[in-house]
């Protein structure tokens, strides 16, 4: 069983945002405006001989390296795995509980990536120390999830009370639907879902996320983008998900986020976002606008949404 | 030519068994002992500063992280070379000297693991900096011997006198051949070999080991092991050393480690151990038994083994 | 634009040869001569907390070490992509701008190696943080041609009035460019350039580097080379760089250094250089004269150019 976070971090796995309430991500918050006011000489200090295993099932530069930061400027060090499946003992039929209790006579935290939903809880439950989830195929992301809201949140000082835009895939985009679980811990948020109507949400996911009191509003044209959103969250239409190519390649390039767009349809106060990498769907012309955190605030706060994780969990 | 330990160990090779003998095999215990007793922060003082380059020209994540493990608790870094036939000079057809003498240039000693036997004494000779086997094919892995006697000493507190069960596959087995010969260093001891007929012992290697004065029992059937144990040394049957993949699957699980074979067989002070991983030869619950080493203290064994290797090799 | 050094490093990108001048060159060269001097105590002091990521889209065992050795040295610690290609973004679509703005959200200062030439004055331009180039295919690798003029520096306390000898393939050889290039910025210098016809220097080329003043003589057999050379470079005849397998297989060992030729042709003072790997062109007896420097002081050389380089630009 997942252990709720509720206020306390110490020795917790992070696998599913389900573990987290306002008080855990407040807690979090906290930690995170604390450290990006820390020199990075203290920081250092703070982890200096621990020791965490990554070890990356499935590719990710972003993810590995924002963790790998993360832990290195807290002043640990890292056991890289970056493809295991071809240099370890996976190979050799070791069993994912067995493979988790090798990781950890090594190493005091494990952070994992595997292409399997699911599969990090099994980890978690087999583990004697902490574990974080760095995704789980179509399961969850949590980590994503938090430096999201934590970029919301640093710029409206609240998770309350926000209207925020979501463009893209809606049906199979793991980001958004983890947003959404996110959000949902908050009262008075609400969301306008932009996408063709072939990849609108399902209505099991429709009607469950409604189920938690965010207000959804689908929408399937431009023209309908309230004028006075806080944040624009677009995302990548991702070709792994498709099985026919002609379908991916119809609808990749539904709704591209252009200097236009933004002239007709943003507010001043509205950030935009967006977790990367993009092949498209954000013009590069919009990178120069002042509203735009995707290639620097954002992912940024991941690393920094990380490294209170980090500390949070390990720091006795 | 590799030199023999005699109790010192700065600058040396560690590439195999032979070059130990009772007197260093208790040194290096002894710093184990120490090691396990000292904090992390003081352990993490001894090698600032210092880099060791880890090269596994075979995959191996358990050998790999637990030198990696090793090096970097006791506050050193690695420079890591996880697949260096395909990310090298090596496929330019470099020879394995000059990439020693590359690889000595930055820096202070070279953990290689290699499939071909004897690649490991090259490497030595060629280098001026100390050199560890962690694994060259069907050659040596004396680390894995030393944990393993580590973890017997540890227990019993002598090397000597001792009774043990070894299953498995005989014939194929490295650390098997490892354990024997090390065990063979001291005296009075008797091993039970447990193994289908047609993966006994060669007639060669039995000669050759019994000549070392260790008394060797083969036996073809759980029902001749003998009640009184010190410990069970259990093995995997390698896939990837059968050319027939029927007689692979036909011997595979000959003999399992079972709660049932347990309480026939095992003695109160019997320990569990496997150099792992495993594929179906120890039950998983076995694993909770408290006599059950092979996840816990074997593995954690093999790093402080290694720690101390480290630091008596390259402390000043 | 890639800024010129003009002698003050401090967060600039190294990204061609034609960055430097006598004065920067210099510069750099007096802070190698201080680090050699500098206990390694002292040296790990200077980038801790520091964070450089080493994004090798291109296999090199070597280069790669050298500079992970040379940061962690200082005290800093890496990010290691040695085979993004497959285990990042870059499959996903992600351009490579992209790419740079996220690897610099986690790191200080980037080092990349790319086959293709020119990416990496498109990762400086785009990058806030410093950028080094660790070879980006047939064009530049700026510095191999620093270590390899340190080296001569060295040894003859000069890089002026000197008379060298480059052997192997001079047309596709990027090495032997730049260390060309390198040594025209000084007067006086007279170097042979020893190839198969098929594999001499192109006209164009010719032409470009002799306006730079450089003397530059081609010959093409070794009875041609002068026997009071300060140095000869030697270099392999690259596989890669032929269409037809049969061409390469004539030319590859055109010209050996042996111990025959050194006897009839090398003075006392030349110094023996190779970039390695070598496959032959270098006759291993001839490792063992004091005036090879192929396998020990030029590789080291090119650590602590590194380390010279890395702490100009990233100390404050």
């Keep these: ?51 965490a295993t990554l070890v990356f099932f499935e590719p990710s530069t972003r ?16 056991i890289d795995h970056q493809n295991p499946m071809t240099t370890s003992s996976a190979v050799k039929g070791e069993s994912i509980e067995d493979m988790t209790h090798m990781l950890e006579q090594y190493s005091d935290i494990i952070v994992m990536r595997h292409p399997t939903k699911g599969t990090l ?23 994503q999830a938090l430096l999201d809201m934590y970029t919301i949140f640093e710029k409206f000082k609240r998770l309350k009370g926000l209207k925020g835009l979501m463009a893209g895939d809606m049906l199979n985009g793991r980001t958004v639907h983890s947003l959404i679980k996110g959000l949902s811990m908050f009262p008075g948020n609400t969301i306008y879902l932009l996408s063709p109507k072939e990849l609108r949400l399902s209505r099991e996911e429709y009607k469950e996320y ?3 009191g965010i207000r959804l509003v689908e929408i399937f044209s431009t023209k309908d983008i309230p004028s006075d959103c806080h944040f624009w969250y677009w995302t990548r239409v991702q070709k792994e998900r498709f099985k026919d190519q002609k379908v991916y390649e119809k609808l990749k390039l539904s709704f591209i986020l252009t200097k236009k767009l933004i002239s007709e349809k943003a507010a ?45 969990i390990l720091k006795s």
């Design 63 to 78: 993810t590995f390296s924002s963790h790998a930061s993360a832990f290195k400027r807290l002043g640990g060090q890292t």
């Design 1 to 51: 069983m997942l252990k709720s976070i509720k206020g306390i971090f110490t020795n917790k796995d992070i696998v599913s945002l389900s573990q987290f309430d306002q008080q855990s991500v407040m807690k979090l918050f906290k930690e995170v405006m604390k450290i990006k006011k820390t020199s990075p000489k203290k920081l250092f200090k703070n982890l200096q001989g621990k020791i």
């Design 121 to 143: 809880e099994k980890v978690a439950e087999a583990a004697t120390i902490p574990v974080i989830n760095a995704g789980d195929g179509v399961g969850e992301h949590p980590t």
């Design 210 to 212: 409604s189920g938690r």
């Design 268 to 312: 001043k106060k509205t950030i935009f976002m967006h977790p990367l990498p993009r092949v498209g769907e954000i013009e590069v012309s919009v990178d120069d606008d002042p509203r735009s955190l995707y290639l620097t605030t954002q992912p940024k706060n991941g690393m920094y949404v990380r490294m209170a994780l980090f500390k949070l």
